[in-house]
């Protein structure tokens, strides 16, 4: 199982320094399962404390979809607290097995903000079912909306056919994230 970045790490001051050869998620406060949306798009922040070059983008499939079921993975670069620009677009992984999915890039990441971007594509009858974490924007959480009681989830775009757009329009998403990690 592909566990989430510790959320006790991220509200400390400093990070500590990536590794080579490790992997790393968004910062959340629960690891669960969500069954996808056809074409959602979703997008979480994760702060990359150091110069690394990304290897690869995962996801893990807990549940598969119906044939032709995909799913694309990302990364956008940051805009004042929201998904900005395409950074990456990795092209997509097989919905149709269990386990975890990769998909290769060579991406070089200087410290800042990125957002780690998933979406179910394909339109398979029955879509993909994925390990998720709760809480995706722990590491931008602000003060409460009065009322308010569930965690924010992440950001999310919908109607997404093909190719992530160089600049899409996210809403922030109550709901769970697809647990996307970056590998370095």
């Not at 969500?34 to 990304?54: D, F, H, K, S, Y």
Request: glycine residues 14%.
């Amino acid at each position: 199982m592909l566990l989430p970045f510790s959320p006790s790490l991220a509200l400390k001051p400093s990070f500590p320094k990536w590794v080579t050869g490790n992997l790393y998620g968004i910062p959340a406060y629960g690891v669960t399962t969500r069954l996808l949306t056809q074409g959602e798009q979703q997008a979480a922040p994760i702060w990359v404390p150091n110069t690394v070059t990304a290897t690869s983008l995962k996801i893990e499939v807990t549940t598969i979809g119906s044939t032709g079921s995909v799913i694309r993975l990302g990364i956008y670069n940051d805009n004042l607290g929201q998904p900005g620009t395409l950074l990456v677009d990795a092209g997509t992984v097989s919905g149709t097995t269990t386990g975890v999915k990769s998909a290769t890039i060579s991406q070089v990441l200087t410290p800042g903000l990125y957002w780690l971007s998933g979406c179910q594509q394909g339109a398979p009858v029955t879509t993909t079912t994925t390990r998720s974490v709760n809480g995706g924007l722990a590491l931008m959480e602000g003060p409460r909306v009065s009322g308010e009681t569930y965690l924010r989830g992440c950001y999310s775009n919908y109607g997404i056919t093909g190719a992530f757009a160089t600049y899409a329009t996210f809403a922030l998403d109550s709901g769970d994230f697809m647990n996307v990690v970056l590998g370095i």
